[in-house]
């Protein structure tokens, strides 16, 4: 049997292979096979971030480990399927050309589920980027019983596991999008108010339900995930690292949703209920928010307010607004200008605390962008202190509306590119 065919013959079919227990060490040593682990975490974050395929050579090069070393760990990644060989470069130098490097495709994925307010789905990611296969159903799930949209998202994840399993490829994990505040590490959604849920066990109603018994599940926050996904397609459309990317990301839905990302990474706070800016305060007397709340920020320019500005029913189509706008209808036009006036308010507000350039917005904000970026921009240069000497930007988010579900399949793949240990043979 083939190293490779061994590895594939040690993995389960879903979930990461048993780790083997170890002694407690001294955290403040580090021993070799730690140093072993993180070379290995290094080599293959390289690939996976680098804008194009790489060689073994220029890892070396890029992360200051010997070419022995870099070969020695992409030849275990190799055996793992993490990682292919594609062509030999082409090059117009002197020298040996290298073997291109690329992450593989179609091996192991994170599969991403998500509920909203009107939808769930589920998505599987490779390490690759691609989408292997999703799926998405229609609901309205306001003051929903927790147990039954489960119930629900399992119904339409089975077979996505189902066909995976059928096709050979292994399932690292999942991870839920949920619109609210989590309790880190305990898979319980505190409070999402949009739902109309609060203290729900989440991880706990799914563990219940085939194959969620065998896969590991986590929880993740909407606008984090989402911010997740786009920091990397920012990094690969500018050719750069994930590390260069440092934004404000603002995802509107029903709800709005916030995440801050600062050198690649989300700055999520002590709990990790950072980014909430859809509660900021805009108006103390005005209407009330489903949080309980006064005058919260989706009260103004959420999707529910946004379609009612403009005389729409809270149940049409979003796309009934963006016409309305093309069309200069001026309800539609009111309705936008007030909300893009109350987001520049809380924008600014929040851009002389966190001290970032650059403003994202996704979600339907993405398909309203070139209406709402005059609004935006003026409160931005009217009340963010450093814009007199600095250029802020306001873009529209990369992805689409599938950004939160994009970003909890690679959540689940970050836990495998950051401990690559179970996934490789160990020599």
Request: contains cysteine.
């Amino acid at each position: 049997m083939s190293a490779t065919q061994d590895t594939a013959a040690r993995r389960p079919t879903v979930g990461p292979a048993p780790r083997p227990r170890r002694g407690r060490a001294d955290p403040r040593a580090a021993r070799q096979s730690s140093l072993r682990e993180h070379n290995l975490s290094l080599v293959l974050r390289h690939i996976i971030e680098a804008p194009a395929p790489t060689t073994r050579a220029r890892i070396a090069g890029a992360v200051g480990l010997t070419r022995a070393t870099v070969s020695d760990l992409v030849d275990r990644l190799l055996r793992g399927q993490l990682v292919v060989e594609l062509e030999t470069e082409s090059v117009d130098r002197a020298g040996r050309p290298g073997v291109l490097l690329a992450p593989a495709s179609r091996s192991v994925v994170g599969l991403g589920l998500e509920i909203q307010v009107d939808q769930i789905s589920v998505r599987a990611t490779d390490l690759a980027g691609s989408s292997i296969v999703q799926s998405r159903a229609a609901g309205d799930f306001r003051a929903s019983d927790p147990a039954e949209t489960v119930e629900r998202l399992v119904r339409l994840a089975a077979p996505v596991v189902g066909q995976l399993a059928d096709e050979g490829i292994v399932v690292a994990g999942a991870c839920v999008s949920v619109p609210g505040i989590m309790q880190r590490g305990s898979g319980q959604v505190r409070l999402a108010p949009n739902l109309g849920w609060e203290g729900v066990q989440l991880t706990d109603l799914l563990r219940v339900h085939h194959p969620f018994d065998l896969i590991p599940v986590e929880l993740g926050n909407d606008a984090d995930l989402a911010a997740r996904a786009e920091a990397r397609a920012r990094a690969q459309l500018r050719g750069t690292s994930r590390a260069a990317q440092s934004f404000l990301y603002l995802a509107g839905e029903v709800g709005i949703g916030g995440a801050i990302v600062l050198d690649g990474e989300l700055a999520s706070g002590q709990h990790g209920w950072s980014g909430e800016i859809g509660h900021a305060v805009i108006d103390p007397d005005g209407p009330r928010c489903r949080c309980g709340a006064t005058g919260c920020l989706e009260q103004f320019a959420g999707k529910d307010a946004l379609l009612r500005g403009a005389g729409l029913d809270v149940a049409e189509p979003l796309r009934r607004l963006v016409t309305a706008a093309h069309m200069r209808d001026p309800r539609a036009l009111r309705s936008i200008e007030a909300a893009s006036t109350a987001l520049g308010m809380a924008i600014a507000t929040a851009m002389n605390i966190i001290d970032v350039e650059q403003v994202v917005l996704g979600g339907i904000y993405a398909s309203l962008y070139e209406h709402l970026r005059p609004g935006i921009e003026a409160q931005v240069r009217l009340r963010v202190l450093a814009a007199r000497w600095s250029d802020v930007r306001v873009e529209a988010a990369l992805g689409q509306g599938d950004s939160a579900l994009v970003g909890a399949s690679l959540q689940v793949l970050d836990r495998v590119v950051t401990d690559p240990t179970d996934w490789v043979p160990s020599s």
